[in-house]
């Protein structure tokens, strides 16, 4: 059973970064996986924040380009967000997400992220 653990997540103040992580187990073709981070902020619908695929590509929502960088490390399993210049709005908890080359998607436990002053 592949199981996706966040850590990283905290209390910042606005114009401050954070470097979320997400660590892969249960699974030995990590580097076949689709990663990506999504946020859910109170009241909100689940948004994406940011893709790696297995072919190495990135993608971010408008609301985090330039201020966001996906990363990801297929020998330790692991995928990253780093947040630079965070805002109030970007206050939410952040949820990885991998899908297999078999489609089957599987979640985290999410991680909190506060921006705050």
């Known amino acids: 059973q592949v199981q996706l653990v966040e850590s990283g997540g905290g209390l910042v103040r606005p114009g401050e970064s954070l470097r979320l992580s997400c660590t892969a187990s249960?699974?030995?073709?990590?580097?076949?996986?689709?990663m990506g981070w999504y946020r859910q902020a109170p009241g909100k619908q689940r948004e994406l924040v940011a893709t790696?695929?297995?072919?190495?590509?990135?993608d971010y929502s408008d609301s985090v380009k330039g201020r966001f960088t996906i990363s990801r490390d297929n020998a330790k399993n692991m995928v990253y967000l780093q947040m630079n210049s965070l805002k109030p709005e970007d206050t939410a908890k952040y949820y990885c997400n991998g899908v297999s080359i078999m489609r089957l998607s599987y979640w985290g436990q999410g991680t909190q992220v506060t921006v705050s002053s």
């Open positions: 790696f695929t297995r072919d190495r590509i990135t």
């Open positions: 249960g699974t030995r073709i990590f580097p076949q996986y689709n």
